[in-house]
């Protein structure tokens, strides 16, 4: 199982983006598919997260601002960034937990990082 991710970019503040992650290999379910940040010199943080149920997670500093969706049929996370900062930049990662498959359960997995840079 990967997990592919694309939709990184250069963007001017006020603009969007919108960040796509999927997962391929013979995948039954995932638990919960996630979006997390790293800024430059900083932790990486939760940005977003939606679970199985639809339910989803949001960090305060994105709320209002990104939406985060799932296509089950085709294991895919999408991340709609609006109204972007400054202060968004960072390299965005996707992690995917509970990913079940016909062969294994995949506990936890993650992306290579694509990067957003907000700037005018």
């Known amino acids: 199982v990967q997990l592919q991710a694309s939709g990184g970019g250069l963007v001017q503040p006020g603009g969007s983006l919108r960040l796509s992650c999927a997962a391929s290999?013979?995948?039954?379910?995932?638990?919960?598919m996630g979006w997390y940040r790293q800024a430059p010199g900083k932790e990486r943080e939760l940005a977003a997260a939606i679970s199985r149920d639809d339910s989803t997670n949001y960090a305060d500093s994105v709320k209002g601002r990104f939406t985060i969706s799932k296509d089950n049929a085709k294991n895919t996370a999408y991340l709609q960034m609006n109204n972007l900062t400054p202060e968004d930049t960072a390299v965005y990662y996707c992690?995917?937990?509970?990913?079940?498959?016909?062969?294994?359960?995949?506990?936890?997995?993650w992306g290579k990082g694509t990067q957003v840079t907000v700037s005018s």
């Open positions: 992690n995917f937990n509970g990913i079940v498959t016909r062969t294994m359960i995949v506990r936890d997995l």
């Open positions: 290999g013979s995948i039954v379910s995932i638990k919960v």
